[in-house]
């Protein structure tokens, strides 16, 4: 079954994330596996960085880890079967590069309902189903 279960999600948008976190949830007690949430923290423009306070990207870093503390606090599994890290950069890159570095068995993401732009999953699913090296369970939000 799977072993380590790597799940990205949008701190802005917990309640998007939380059909995904379910599926997660459900799937590691089977297996015994673990959890290892990601959030990704968007680069802010090098044109927009002269506005921003000196303690800006540390701050931001620093609120990012605290609320994926939580959420990571509040999966009914042991503590010890989930983790957390937060990393910055492009959204499906810094996912692809996770799930190889902590050696995931699979992907639970979940996707929003489509629009005529992203009919069948969002860009970052679909990015992620199409460049992973490991299985990708998509779940509707």
Known sequence: MFKTILVPVDLGEIGA???????AVELATAAEG????????????VTYMEFMPPAFDQE???????????????????SEQVSAVV???SVYNEVLDEAEKTGADLV???????????????????TIVRHAKCSVLVVRA
């Open 17 to 23: 994330a939380q059909p995904a976190l379910d599926k």
């Open 34 to 45: 673990d959890i290892r949430l990601i959030y990704v923290r968007a680069i802010v423009p």
């Open 60 to 78: 931001q870093q620093d609120e990012a880890e605290k609320k994926l503390a939580k959420l990571a606090a509040s999966i009914k599994l042991p």
């Open 87 to 89: 990393r910055l950069g």
């Open 108 to 126: 639970v993401i979940g996707s929003h309902r489509p629009s005529m732009a992203t009919y069948l999953l969002g860009s970052n699913a679909a």
